[in-house]
């Protein structure tokens, strides 16, 4: 199951900064919060949710 996110816990996780919705970027394995201007990594399918982890966007 790697590299997949299940929609359904993608529907229940939020921004752990803004506590805004999450959109995923299958690409990328990425979960992003555009309230924050962060991206939250999904490694081996798990959501990384985690301030300190999160890539800054840079007009992504």
Do not use: F
Not at 26 to 50: F, T
């Amino acid at each position: 199951m790697a590299g997949t996110c299940d929609r359904k816990l993608l529907e229940l996780l939020v921004c752990p900064a803004t506590k805004t919705a999450l959109s995923y970027d299958a690409e990328k394995q990425e979960l992003v919060s555009r309230a924050a201007g962060l991206a939250y990594p999904i490694r081996d399918g798990i959501p990384i949710m985690l301030v300190e982890e999160a890539r800054e966007l840079h007009n992504d």
